[in-house]
């Protein structure tokens, strides 16, 4: 572990926002979450080095899972694909024809695959050994293992480049954003999903919501400082919505809270149960509906642009 200044500012100027031990895959160690004092950034903080990280990401770490095409439950395999289909449609909405695609931690490949169906020339990186290797045997697909910076891509590149549940991941967000830009087409678009630590859940559950993951969460953006890094690298904000981050994850708040706090687990299931129950399901949908118009779920989503060289010239 090492002690580091603000990644946005420079500063060593910060406060306590949480610190505790590793909730969701209970490995050993304390861990600490500050807000810089300055720019707002949260970040962990001492944070582990580069060389510490693999330990925090077991083979068997969630995201890794297996795509959804080889899950045996029928009902994971419809919410998978509605949540493939509703990126999907935001995607059209400001890229309507397919291109070239980038995914910095395309993990087993998953999005890969769905964006090649729909015409995309799809690329990916991915730390992860074993999830690459997974995505190039099983998929075919054209995956490096390493860090966006370590694959060293050439510039002018992609149409889009997309990081879903990475960005808060990475060590430096300065350099991964400048190399994105690098990469990116003028009038290309960079789409990133990150959790909202402005967001109500972060209130209510305080130091057991699911979006801190110390230690494996190393920066947390809020959009106001989501923003101001786009502006460092002159990338355009187009939107944030908050269109995912529903109810699994909520329920995921309510067990590390019920577990810190001693409550036995069949009291809790019991709980999880009825929650996932379709008329429950139904009566939180509009609610989450609502959060959502007001990006208050616990996941946003990032849409910038790399402006085209013909809007640069109409500045001049
Ligand atoms: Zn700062």
């Known amino acids: 572990m090492i002690n580091v200044n603000c990644n946005y500012c420079g500063r060593d100027d910060f406060e306590l926002v949480n610190q505790g031990a590793d909730l969701l895959l209970d490995r050993p160690g ?16 001492p ?11 077991p083979d068997d770490y969630q995201p890794y899972q297996r795509t959804l095409q080889k899950d045996t439950s029928v009902v994971q395999r419809l919410a998978r694909s509605h949540e493939m289909n509703r990126r999907f449609k935001h995607i059209q909405h400001y890229l309507p024809q397919p291109g070239k695609l980038l995914e910095v931690g395309s993990s ?25 290797e997974y995505a190039r045997e ?11 910076e370590s694959a060293d891509l050439p510039s002018n590149q992609f149409d889009l480049v997309t990081l879903w549940d990475v960005f808060e991941h990475v060590l430096d967000p300065t350099s991964t954003l400048a190399e994105i830009r ?11 999903g990150v959790p909202n630590p402005a967001c109500i859940e972060a209130r209510i559950f305080g130091e057991y919501w699911v979006g801190w993951d110390r230690p494996r969460h190393i920066n947390l953006f809020t959009p106001t400082v989501f923003e101001n890094y786009l502006q460092t690298v002159g990338l355009e904000l187009t939107a944030i919505k908050s269109f995912n981050g529903r109810l699994g994850v909520t329920l995921m708040s309510i067990e590390f809270w019920a577990r810190a706090h001693q409550i036995p687990p069949e009291k809790w299931q019991r709980w999880t149960k009825l929650a996932y129950s379709p008329p429950l399901r139904l009566l939180t949908w509009p609610l989450y509906r609502i959060a959502g118009a007001f990006n208050q779920t616990s996941i946003m989503t990032v849409f910038a642009r790399l402006p085209a060289e013909q809007d640069a010239a109409a500045c001049d």
Request: contains cysteine; hydrophobic residues 40%.
């Open 30 to 45: 304390e861990f600490r979450l500050v807000r810089c004092r300055h720019c707002g950034l949260i970040y962990q903080n």
């Open 47 to 57: 944070r582990p080095t580069l060389a510490e990280l693999p330990q925090h990401y």
């Open 108 to 132: 087993t490949g998953q999005f890969l695959i769905d964006m090649r169906r729909r015409g995309w020339e799809v690329t990916g990186v991915e730390i992860s050994a074993y999830a690459a």
């Open 138 to 148: 099983n998929y075919a697909l054209d995956v490096t293992t390493g860090t966006l």
């Open 182 to 192: 690098r990469i990116l087409k003028p009038g290309g678009y960079f789409i990133a």
